[in-house]
C-alpha cells in the first residue's frame, strides 16, 4: 500500500482549499490529532465512547467523498470531470485505493448499514486499551492513513481544478 503520510497535517496546510470537501477532512484532522494527543487511548472497556468516536471517524472520512460527488461535482464541469475521473480511478484500480475500499467505504458500510464494528477495544499485556481492526490491523493507524489519503487526493483535485493563472 502507499503511504499518503507526509508533511504534518497539522501545521501544513494546502495552499488552495476550494472545495467543500475539505470541511469534513478537517474535523477528522481535529479527531486525529485529539486522539494523538490525549492520555487515553480511545475509550475504556467499560464505557462504549470510543465505539461513539469510531462511528464518527467513519462516518466523517465516507462524507469527504459524498461532498465530492454530491456537491463539489456541481462546482463546474471542470471540477465534475475531474471528480468523475477521480472515482473511476478508485473503482479502475482497487489494489491502489484499498484504503478507500477495505477500510473506509467497507467499515462505513458495517456502521451505518447493519451497526457491526470491524474494529474492537483490546489491551495489551500491560493493561493498555488499543482498537484493532480485521486482521490484526492497528484501527487507529488505518484512520489516520485515511486522512492523509483523502489530503492528498483533495490536494491533486485542487490543482486540477485551478484557474488558470
Same mark, same amino acid.
Given at each position: 500500500?502507499?503511504?499518503? #503520510?507526509?508533511?504534518?497535517?497539522?501545521? %501544513?496546510?494546502p495552499?488552495?482549499?476550494?472545495?467543500?470537501? $475539505? +470541511?469534513?477532512? $478537517?474535523?477528522?484532522?481535529?479527531?486525529?490529532?485529539? /486522539?494523538?494527543?490525549?492520555? #487515553?487511548? *480511545?475509550?475504556?472497556?467499560? =464505557?462504549?465512547?470510543? %465505539?461513539?468516536?469510531?462511528?464518527?471517524?467513519?462516518?466523517?472520512? %465516507?462524507?469527504?467523498?459524498? #461532498?465530492?460527488?454530491?456537491? *463539489? +461535482?456541481k462546482?463546474?464541469?471542470?471540477?465534475?470531470? +475531474?471528480?468523475d475521473?477521480?472515482?473511476?480511478? /478508485?473503482?479502475?484500480?482497487?489494489?491502489?485505493?484499498?484504503?478507500?475500499?477495505?477500510?473506509?467505504?467497507? !467499515?462505513?458500510?458495517?456502521?451505518?448499514?447493519?451497526?457491526?464494528?470491524?474494529?474492537?477495544? !483490546?489491551w495489551?499485556?500491560?493493561?493498555?486499551?488499543?482498537? !484493532? /481492526?480485521?486482521?490484526?490491523? *492497528?484501527? /487507529?493507524?488505518?484512520?489516520?492513513?485515511?486522512?492523509?489519503?483523502? %489530503?492528498?487526493?483533495?490536494?491533486? =483535485?485542487?490543482?486540477?481544478?485551478?484557474?488558470p493563472?
Open positions: 500500500m502507499t503511504s499518503y #503520510v507526509t508533511g504534518d497535517i497539522f501545521v %501544513r496546510s495552499p488552495q482549499q476550494t472545495l467543500e470537501a $475539505w +470541511a469534513p477532512l $478537517w474535523d477528522c484532522v481535529s479527531i486525529l490529532f485529539q /486522539f494523538q494527543n490525549s492520555d #487515553v487511548a *480511545d475509550g475504556d472497556e467499560e =464505557l462504549p465512547e470510543w %465505539r461513539i468516536y469510531w462511528v464518527a471517524r467513519l462516518a466523517l472520512l %465516507r462524507t469527504v467523498g459524498h #461532498v465530492l460527488a454530491k456537491v *463539489d +461535482a462546482t463546474s464541469s471542470k471540477h465534475a470531470d +475531474a471528480i475521473e477521480l472515482w473511476k480511478g /478508485f473503482q479502475a484500480d482497487r489494489a491502489g485505493s484499498t484504503i478507500f475500499w477495505d477500510f473506509i467505504e467497507r !467499515e462505513r458500510n458495517n456502521l451505518l448499514k447493519t451497526y457491526s464494528f470491524g474494529a474492537r477495544l !483490546e495489551d499485556e500491560g493493561g493498555c486499551a488499543y482498537v !484493532e /481492526f480485521d486482521e490484526g490491523l *492497528d484501527a /487507529f493507524q488505518l484512520f489516520r492513513e485515511a486522512v492523509y489519503w483523502w %489530503r492528498h487526493h483533495l490536494m491533486a =483535485l485542487e490543482r486540477e481544478v485551478a484557474p493563472v
